[in-house]
């Protein structure tokens, strides 16, 4: 389950920190979905959050990026691995390559 905008955590921590702790940072990040402000001389400088976090705040997807996925959840190929993709592709781009009958 994700959490709601108002249970994430956001904490404040020196830049100095950030530099020793940043793996495990990262985890936290990731895993707990928690947000990092990074102070320098005790001003605000920069902020860590995850990929989904921040996909979901700032990187909407484009009209376009809805429908294709829109279309591919439909199609059942939003479920399809990664090595089903490239054989899809292989199958393509080999039908593309065989020689048509004139």
């Known amino acids: 389950m994700e959490p709601r905008e108002d249970d994430m955590l956001t904490r404040?921590?020196?830049?100095?920190?950030?530099r020793t702790q940043f793996g495990q940072i990262l985890e936290r990040v990731s895993i707990d979905h928690e947000r990092f402000i990074v102070?320098?001389?005790?001003?605000?400088k920069a902020v860590i959050i995850g990929i989904e976090d921040f996909l979901a705040a700032v990187a909407k997807p484009s009209e376009t990026m809805k429908a294709l996925q829109d279309q591919a959840r439909a199609s059942g190929a939003a479920g399809m691995s990664?090595?089903?993709?490239?054989?899809?592709?292989?199958?393509?781009?080999?039908?593309?390559?065989?020689p048509q009958p004139s």
């Open 82 to 98: 990664l090595e089903e993709i490239e054989a899809e592709i292989a199958a393509v781009r080999q039908k593309k390559t065989v």
């Open 39 to 44: 102070t320098k001389n005790g001003q605000p």
């Open 12 to 18: 404040s921590l020196p830049a100095h920190l950030v």
